[in-house]
């Protein structure tokens, strides 16, 4: 079982829809990550939150729009999202980021299943 | 820039059959490394890591050893079996001030019976 969870599992929408996807963990970690996987190829990182505080964007658009409202959540709010969106979103957390030798591994959720039409 | 390069898929074994794929690195200072294994229809899981050169780590029968003299975290397993059909990626921690994971493209393996 996995120690990110996440929610909901499938989720279909239109490009005019506005939805959330939620991720939770409990195991104390204070960073967050949220990635992008289609199919076939390795996670793309998308966003970075390490104690609650954005750190990293990686020239998102701003269609997508994260938001951290405590240590063990991290939300990603949809609007206006295009056919190209569809995909697999992960959540994973670990237990800080960065620092020299950083030996920390991330900890995936299952992933919330994206179909937009 | 960081980067890890793996073998290309897919690999197709019979079950028992001994596994390597393998995976080169390309970092400065010292990364740590991971072996993810995402099987269908799932999120990535940590499968093992090692942290500094010569580190040996394993899980569930598969093994990787850091060698920083070849830059190299190749995966094995002795005798895999049926559910070990997976997709499986290297991956490796840059530190500093991103600690971000940058992986390798994945190598689908598949064992047959």
């Known amino acids: 079982d996995t120690e990110v969870t996440q929610t909901p599992k499938h989720l279909v929408m239109g490009m005019t829809n506005k939805k959330s996807l939620k991720c939770e963990q409990h195991?104390?970690?204070?960073?967050m990550y949220w990635y992008k996987q289609k199919a076939k190829k390795p996670p793309e990182l998308m966003f970075v939150?390490?104690?609650?505080?954005?750190?990293i964007n990686e020239s998102v658009p701003s269609r997508f729009s994260p938001e951290c409202p405590n240590s063990s959540l991290l939300n990603l709010h949809l609007h206006a999202l295009q056919p190209e969106d569809s995909a697999l979103y992960l959540c994973?957390?670990?237990?800080?980021?960065?620092?020299?030798?950083?030996?920390?591994?991330?900890?995936f959720g299952d992933g919330t299943r994206l179909s937009i039409l | 820039g960081n980067s890890v390069t793996q073998m290309e898929g897919p690999v197709t074994l019979s079950e028992e059959a001994f596994l390597t794929i393998n995976c080169t690195y390309t970092?400065?200072?010292?990364?740590?490394l991971f072996w993810y294994v995402q099987y269908p229809g799932e999120g990535l899981q940590l499968l093992l890591k090692?942290?500094?050169?010569?580190d040996k780590g394993s899980n569930k029968g598969f093994e990787a050893t850091y060698r920083k003299e070849t830059t190299s975290f190749h995966l094995e397993k002795g005798s895999v079996q049926v559910s070990d059909s997976a997709v499986y990626f290297c991956?490796?921690?840059?530190?500093?001030?991103?600690?971000?994971?940058?992986f390798g493209k994945g190598t689908k393996l598949s064992v047959k019976p």
């Open positions: 994973a957390s670990s237990q800080d980021r960065g620092g020299v030798g950083n030996n920390q591994p991330q900890h």
């Open positions: 195991m104390g970690h204070r960073a």
């Open positions: 939150y390490s104690y609650e505080k954005l750190s």
């Open positions: 970092a400065t200072g010292y990364p740590s």
């Open positions: 090692a942290t500094k050169a010569d």
């Open positions: 991956a490796l921690s840059s530190g500093g001030s991103q600690g971000n994971l940058i």
